[in-house]
């Protein structure tokens, strides 16, 4: 899973343009699923066909595949770029990141501003807004304007690295690690007796708006709902109301969002087969794919999987894979357990 996830954040996948990142992931789908497609927008559908009962449910298991990152805006008359964000950017990590822009070719540039020698004293202990940086690629001018344009896109370079134990950090971990958990979680579906049949969706656009999980959901109409994406990890400055431990098991959500009595199915599970799991109380929308499938046509209740990450939307995000695999087999036991009379857990 690790290596999978090493070449999944290598590829393109800036929210609106995830083609190759789609293409991976098909890819990656294909040896694991009964059927692999994918739509217009990109987001890829790997369908695992359980034993078919006419009661047994649809289940759509949802996790984005979209990176935040940068768009061209303007190029100025010495051949610097200015930017405009791609989803919700940390402005703060951007100066001196090395990034690549995708022009007509694609150049290897760094996140500039004016060094602190040539500020004043009052600007030098200000934060650098965005407007007032830009990307220089190290070219003449006219040979910047020959091969790029505005409306290029530009993904920051933060390849994975493994750290101590099992974490890992780099970018678009957010939530390319959910979709390798969907791998993770097919593999483990091999090992088991079940009766639904299982969707995948590897989505798009979930940083600018869940806008694919919910042509998913109108796509595939499923029955029940599994979201899969990450939360806040523990950090030393971080409240502890709203962070996790990053080594005592994935995140299970509850409030409005999540369907009470599918979360209580879920966390039961965890408990019958020994699963460490913590628990976040969302008490409104969570931002993620979640949201937009619960409400999507005629509505589906929806559970939401989560996993500890820290240093989020950033180039370092940091995980443990081990929630990885512990969440593929949750998911796993968790759907192996909807047989007859699952449609009782709905209500409550």
């Keep these: 899973m690790k290596e999978f996830l090493s070449k999944l954040i290598e590829e393109p996948g800036v929210s609106g343009y995830e083609e190759k990142a789609s293409q991976y992931v098909a890819e990656l789908f294909s040896a694991y699923c009964d059927e692999v497609n994918t739509d217009p927008f990109y987001n890829v559908?790997?369908?695992?066909?359980?034993?078919?009962?006419?009661?047994?449910?649809?289940?759509?298991?949802?996790?984005?595949?979209?990176?935040?990152?940068?768009?061209?805006?303007?190029?100025?008359?010495?051949?610097?770029?200015?930017?405009?964000?791609?989803?919700?950017?940390?402005?703060?990590?951007?100066?001196?990141?090395e990034v690549t822009v995708h022009g007509k070719e694609d150049l290897k540039g760094i996140v500039a501003a004016l060094p602190p020698h040539l500020l004043s004293a009052e600007e030098a202990g200000k934060a650098i807004k965005m407007k007032d940086l830009v990307i220089d690629l190290g070219l003449p001018a006219d040979r910047v304007r020959e091969l790029v344009e505005v409306g290029d896109l530009i993904r920051f370079n933060s390849p994975l690295v493994s750290m101590q134990g099992s974490f890992v950090n780099g970018k678009s971990i957010d939530d390319r690690a959910g979709v390798i958990m969907q791998v993770a979680l097919m593999k483990e579906l091999d090992k088991l007796k079940y009766q639904a049949e299982v969707c995948c969706a590897a989505t798009v656009q979930e940083e600018v708006g869940t806008r694919g999980a919910i042509i998913g959901t109108y796509r595939l109409e499923p029955d029940i709902g599994i979201a899969i994406d990450v939360t806040h990890g523990d950090t030393p400055d971080a409240p502890k109301d709203f962070t996790h431990d990053m080594n005592k098991g994935i995140v299970i959500a509850m409030g409005p969002n999540m369907h009470p009595g599918l979360t209580q199915r879920l966390k039961d599970t965890a408990k019958e087969y020994g699963i460490a799991y913590q628990e976040e109380v969302v008490p409104g929308m969570t931002g993620t794919d979640a949201r937009s499938m619960q409400i999507s046509r005629a509505g589906v209740p929806t559970v939401l999987v989560q996993i500890p990450l820290r240093y989020m939307h950033t180039t370092v995000e940091t995980l443990n894979m081990d929630h990885i695999k512990e969440g593929a087999r949750?998911?796993?036991?968790?759907?192996?357990?909807?047989?007859?009379?699952?449609?009782?857990?709905?209500?409550y």
């Design 45 to 97: 559908y790997g369908i695992k066909r359980g034993s078919g009962q006419e009661s047994a449910p649809r289940v759509m298991v949802a996790a984005h595949m979209d990176e935040i990152g940068l768009m061209v805006k303007d190029i100025d008359d010495m051949g610097f770029l200015r930017f405009t964000s791609m989803g919700g950017v940390d402005q703060r990590i951007l100066l001196t990141q």
């Design 330 to 347: 949750l998911i796993a036991l968790f759907i192996a357990s909807l047989k007859e009379g699952w449609q009782e857990w709905l209500t």
